[in-house]
């Protein structure tokens, strides 16, 4: 049985910064691209940012430098580093997980990020 279970989440001011951690489970990691996705109120899942099994990564623009993605292979986690938060930041978090050649695909069940004083 495949899980992706995304912790990190929570209440943070702006300015500040959250580790959201992907910790996988029943495929093999290293296959997989995995990817951070969010989605507001009433707003479209949106790419965040996209790692591969060679450390390949990606970042939509509104992250403009501000947050990192990574991989610990050994660990079947991906992380989303993220620095210098926006109020237009908070939404759910989503953990996804693409396999790089067959037609498969997993997502985790989210985890919510509020930016707020």
């Known amino acids: 049985q495949v899980q992706l279970v995304e912790s990190g989440g929570g209440l943070v001011q702006p300015g500040g910064s959250l580790r959201l951690s992907c910790a996988t489970s029943g495929i093999i990691f290293s296959n997989y691209r995995m990817g951070w996705y969010r989605q507001g109120p009433g707003m479209q899942r949106d790419l965040v940012a996209r790692?591969?099994?060679?450390?390949?990564?990606k970042y939509a623009d509104f992250v403009q430098g501000r947050f990192t993605i990574s991989r610990d292979n050994a660990k079947n986690t991906v992380f989303l580093q993220m620095n210098g938060l926006k109020p237009e930041d908070t939404a759910v978090y989503y953990c996804e997980a693409e396999h790089r050649t067959l037609n498969l695909e997993y997502w985790g069940q989210g985890t919510q990020v509020t930016v707020s004083s």
């Open positions: 790692i591969t099994g060679g450390d390949t990564e």
